[in-house]
C-alpha cells in the first residue's frame, strides 16, 4: 500500500502542467505564501508590512529572467533547506516544514515525496501566474 502511495504521489509530480497540480499549488499558495506575499502575488500581504525585508512580489519572475521561468531557482528558493544562511534568514525553511508535516504521519508516506509535490505545486502555480 505504502508503495502504491508513493507511486501516485509521484505521478503527481510528474504531471507539471495539469489543472490539479496547478489547483493544489494555488491552495498550497493561499495556505503558505499569500500571508506576506498577497493573494495575487504580488508582495502586498498582510504580513507584509510588518517585516524588516521588502516581500518580493512573484508574477515577474520570468519577465526577470530574459522571459524563461526559473523553475530549479524557484524550487530552491522555497524548499530553503540547501539555501547556506544563517538564523533569520527572509524565508520560512518550507522543506523542512512540508516534511516534518508528512512524517507526523507515522512513516505512512514517504516524507520527502511529500514534501518535494507540495514544492512542485508551489512552482507551478507561481509559473501559472506570471505576467
Not at 46 to 52: K, Q, S, T, V
Not at 83 to 106: F, I, K, N, Q
Request: glycine fraction near 12%.
Amino acid at each position: 500500500m505504502k508503495r502504491l502511495l508513493t507511486l501516485a504521489a509521484l505521478l503527481l509530480v510528474a504531471l507539471p502542467f495539469s489543472t490539479f497540480a496547478e489547483d493544489y499549488g494555488e491552495a498550497e499558495f493561499m495556505t503558505a505564501c499569500a500571508v506576506c506575499h498577497g493573494e495575487s502575488g504580488l508582495g502586498d500581504g498582510p504580513m507584509a508590512g510588518l517585516l524588516n525585508i521588502e516581500v518580493p512580489g512573484l508574477t515577474r519572475l520570468a519577465a526577470d529572467n530574459g522571459g524563461v521561468f526559473p523553475v530549479m531557482e524557484t524550487l530552491a528558493t522555497i524548499d530553503g533547506r540547501s539555501e547556506v544562511v544563517g538564523h533569520g534568514g527572509p524565508m520560512p525553511v518550507w522543506g523542512d516544514r512540508y516534511t516534518t508535516s508528512a512524517d507526523a504521519l507515522g512513516g505512512l508516506f514517504d516524507a520527502e515525496v511529500i514534501a518535494r509535490g507540495r514544492l512542485l505545486s508551489l512552482v507551478y502555480y507561481l509559473e501559472a501566474i506570471q505576467e
